[in-house]
């Protein structure tokens, strides 16, 4: 039986992490000036260095600028941001995504998964995509919502495997805790059954090398009543 290490979280982690909360609560807002390193030290009972590091780490990560002479401010993430600051942005709030977040990744999906589908039957054979078939039936087996948004996730990164863009599945991966997230979630207000068949759909139009159907196929977009209900909520993932 293996453990895996145990690694305690710097005094640096520690100070970038409240940064970052402070950022993306609200409370610290796009162009307001940090006080100075040696103020902040103080102030946090640490010393400047782990202050001067953190500073650059959020630097990095697109949520300060370090202006010489002047001091750091922050920034609009948005502009200065990379894949880090987006996973900083997933981590917030204990990991519990808020509605604008899940629809801006929704939207963003939506946009991955027709390019997917398209690929997909632009470049793989007959037989790469009927491969695809025992991944879609963990979909039907499966007895949870738990398992079976495992199952759908593993059917989409295989796809993304035959697009034969080499981002795709890395950016499917970067997501996959999100991922099964929403469709754990989604399975549980539609049904396991109904979840299959959407799949199943997805697959068939694939093998019938249906393009249009195919990117339109992916199933899971907000149209419904349930999603409504759940982007007028203020606790985001609580709602599941």
Same mark, same amino acid.
């Given at each position: 039986m293996g453990f895996d290490k145990i690694s305690a979280v710097s005094?640096?982690?520690?100070?970038?992490?409240?940064v970052e909360n402070m950022i993306l609560s609200g409370e610290l807002k796009p162009g307001e000036k940090l006080p100075a390193a040696r103020d902040l030290a103080a102030r946090i009972g640490v010393s400047r260095p782990v202050i001067s590091a953190g500073l650059i780490e959020l630097e990095n990560l697109g949520f300060v600028q370090i202006k010489p002479r002047?001091?750091?401010?922050?920034?609009?993430? &948005?502009?200065?941001?990379?894949?880090?600051?987006?996973?900083?942005?997933?981590?917030?709030?204990?990991?519990?995504?808020?509605? &604008? #977040?899940?629809?801006?990744? %929704? #939207?963003?999906?939506?946009?991955? #998964?027709?390019?997917? %589908?398209?690929?997909?039957?632009? &470049?793989?054979?007959?037989?790469?995509? &009927?491969?695809?078939?025992?991944? +879609?039936?963990?979909?039907?087996?499966?007895?949870?919502? #738990?398992?079976?948004?495992?199952?759908?996730?593993?059917?989409?990164?295989?796809?993304?495997? +035959?697009?034969?863009? %080499?981002?795709?599945?890395?950016?499917?991966h970067s997501f996959k805790p999100e991922s099964i997230h929403l469709w754990?979630?989604?399975?549980?207000?539609?049904?396991?059954?109904? %979840?299959?068949?959407?799949?199943?759909?997805?697959?068939?139009a694939l093998i019938m090398r249906n393009k249009e159907k195919a990117m339109k196929t992916p199933g899971e977009y907000p149209d419904e009543e349930w999603w409504k209900n759940y982007s007028q909520s203020e606790n985001g993932w609580e709602a599941l």
């Amino acid at each position: 039986m293996g453990f895996d290490k145990i690694s305690a979280v710097s005094l640096t982690d520690m100070f970038v992490q409240q940064v970052e909360n402070m950022i993306l609560s609200g409370e610290l807002k796009p162009g307001e000036k940090l006080p100075a390193a040696r103020d902040l030290a103080a102030r946090i009972g640490v010393s400047r260095p782990v202050i001067s590091a953190g500073l650059i780490e959020l630097e990095n990560l697109g949520f300060v600028q370090i202006k010489p002479r002047q001091g750091a401010y922050v920034c609009d993430y &948005r502009k200065k941001g990379t894949i880090e600051t987006l996973i900083a942005i997933m981590r917030y709030n204990g990991g519990i995504m808020r509605p &604008r #977040e899940v629809a801006s990744l %929704m #939207e963003v999906r939506g946009v991955l #998964e027709g390019l997917c %589908m398209e690929k997909v039957i632009d &470049r793989a054979s007959d037989g790469e995509i &009927r491969g695809v078939k025992p991944y +879609l039936d963990k979909i039907k087996n499966a007895k949870t919502p #738990e398992e079976s948004a495992s199952a759908v996730f593993e059917f989409h990164h295989e796809l993304a495997m +035959l697009s034969g863009n %080499m981002l795709l599945p890395l950016l499917y991966h970067s997501f996959k805790p999100e991922s099964i997230h929403l469709w754990q979630w989604y399975s549980k207000h539609i049904g396991l059954d109904r %979840m299959y068949e959407i799949k199943k759909e997805l697959y068939e139009a694939l093998i019938m090398r249906n393009k249009e159907k195919a990117m339109k196929t992916p199933g899971e977009y907000p149209d419904e009543e349930w999603w409504k209900n759940y982007s007028q909520s203020e606790n985001g993932w609580e709602a599941l």
